[in-house]
C-alpha cells in the first residue's frame, strides 16, 4: 500500500510539473511573434539596408532585431479611419514590401518567414479592437498574397489593444493603431 502511495503521489506531481510546462509555454509562444522567440537570424544586413532603403517612407518605421527586420506601418496610412477599407496610398506602400519580400523569400528555409500582427487603439471594446486588429492584418496578409507573398509561408494575428506603444493621448492612439510585419 505504501509503495502504492508514493507512485500516485509521483505520478501526481510529475503530472503538475508537465501541466504548469505546457502553460507556461503556451503563454511564452502567445506573449511575442516566433521570429523573436527562436532569436532568428535568417535576414542578412545587406537586404535590411535595401529594405531601409526602399521603404523609409509614409512614417513606416523598418527596425533591424539581430537579423530579423520589423516593419511598423501606421493603420492610418492603410485604411480609413474606423474600416476596413484601403486608402489610396495603401497599395503603394505594400506593393513595396511585397515587391521586397517576393526577392527576399525564395533565399529563406524558415517556413513561416512573415509574420503579419494587426493593433488597435483604446476606442474600441477588447472584443471589436481584437476583431479589426484580426481583420486589418488579415488584409494586409491577403494583399501580400496577392501581389505574389505565398500564403502559406505568412501567420497572420491580431492582438487588439494589448500591446501599446504610447499613451492613450489622440497622437499615442494613433501611433497604438498599427500594422506590424516580422520577417526573418
Not at 14 to 27: F, H, N
Not at 172 to 183: F, L, W
Request: one cysteine or more; charged letters at 15%.
Amino acid at each position: 500500500m505504501r509503495i502504492r502511495n508514493q507512485f500516485l503521489h509521483y505520478f501526481c506531481l510529475i503530472g503538475a510539473l508537465l501541466g504548469a510546462s505546457l502553460a507556461l509555454s503556451a503563454c511564452h509562444k502567445n506573449s511575442q511573434p516566433p521570429a523573436v522567440l527562436e532569436r532568428s537570424m535568417r535576414v542578412p544586413p545587406e537586404v535590411i539596408a535595401e529594405w531601409k532603403a526602399k521603404l523609409s517612407i509614409d512614417n513606416i518605421q523598418l527596425v533591424q532585431q539581430g537579423w530579423q527586420l520589423q516593419i511598423t506601418i501606421p493603420v492610418d496610412n492603410l485604411f480609413m479611419i474606423g474600416t476596413s477599407e484601403l486608402t489610396p496610398p495603401a497599395s503603394r506602400i505594400l506593393g513595396e514590401i511585397a515587391a521586397c519580400l517576393r526577392k527576399y523569400l525564395p533565399n529563406t528555409d524558415s517556413p513561416y518567414p512573415v509574420y503579419v500582427v494587426g493593433h488597435s487603439d483604446i476606442t474600441h471594446t477588447r472584443k471589436s479592437g481584437l476583431a479589426m486588429s484580426k481583420e486589418h492584418a488579415q488584409i494586409v496578409s491577403s494583399f501580400l498574397w496577392h501581389h505574389g507573398i505565398p500564403v502559406g509561408r505568412m501567420k497572420v494575428t491580431g492582438v487588439g489593444s494589448v500591446e501599446p506603444i504610447a499613451d492613450s493621448s489622440t497622437r499615442g492612439m494613433a501611433k497604438n493603431r498599427r500594422i506590424v510585419i516580422y520577417v526573418h
